[in-house]
């Protein structure tokens, strides 16, 4: 049972190039977000989407934009990269009620 | 928001006892307090959670006041692979979306 699974691992974008990052789930959730962390920081969140068809912003949207494909795919685009979006980006998934289950991240440098 | 505050980093040597509290002064009646383990190079990890008195699972045991105004993450005879980063969140069971993540405790467990 893979969980949440997020590609790639590792990612490296020179300043303005764009680039999404995928997110799957195999757990039949309904809700599913990302997070991204910064050195010696918690998690923030950036979009959430509480259910298939539906996404909402959380508290570090700029910059960035999600889609919901289906209900196991929840994925993140940046349109032009900038080295602030420098960060270890997670995935979540989870059900009302459940806690969240995350993936383990891609590592992304803006140079 | 409930605002969380937890130590930066605490010390440890293998086989003790080792508590971590949290303070959440502003706690709203249906919050619940949620504690998620992370290691390097992954995504956090659900340990425990609970409203009241106390709560234990094979992992960790949570204390929680009658007042609710602080909790205390419990790991019993901690060993090296407990070193990790523990997060305190205080939200909605319902409600991810309002959970906030602060910069946790960084344990480090010695031989």
Redesign the interface.
């Known amino acids: 049972n893979a969980g949440?699974t997020q590609t790639p691992k590792f990612q490296v974008l020179k300043t303005g190039q764009s680039m999404t990052l995928q997110c799957a789930q195999d757990m039949n959730h309904n809700?599913m977000?990302w997070?991204r962390q910064d050195p010696?920081?918690?998690?923030?969140?950036i979009y959430?989407s509480?259910s298939e068809g539906t996404t909402?912003k959380?508290?570090v949207p700029n910059g960035y934009n999600v889609s919901r494909l289906n209900k196991r795919e929840f994925s993140l685009r940046l349109e032009s990269a900038a080295p602030s979006q420098t960060s270890v980006y997670?995935c979540?998934s989870?059900e009302?009620?459940s806690?969240?289950?995350?993936?383990?991240?891609t590592r992304l440098t803006v140079t | 928001l409930a605002k969380t505050t937890q130590p930066i980093s605490m010390d440890s040597y293998e086989g003790q006892e080792v508590n971590i509290t949290c303070s959440h002064n502003n706690i709203a009646t249906n919050d619940y307090i949620t504690w998620y383990q992370q290691f390097p190079s992954q995504g956090p990890r659900f340990i425990i959670q609970g409203y009241k008195t106390k709560v234990t699972n094979e992992v960790a045991s949570l204390f929680i006041p009658a007042d609710r105004k602080s909790s205390t993450l419990s790991l019993p005879r901690v060993s090296l692979s407990d070193t990790a980063v523990y997060y305190c969140l205080v939200g909605p069971a319902y409600n991810n979306n309002d959970m906030r993540f602060g910069a946790g405790t960084r344990l480090t467990v010695k031989p």
């Open positions: 949440v809700s977000y997070y010696g920081m918690g998690l923030r969140l959430y509480a909402d959380g508290e997670f979540a989870s009302v009620g806690p969240l289950h995350f993936g383990n991240g």
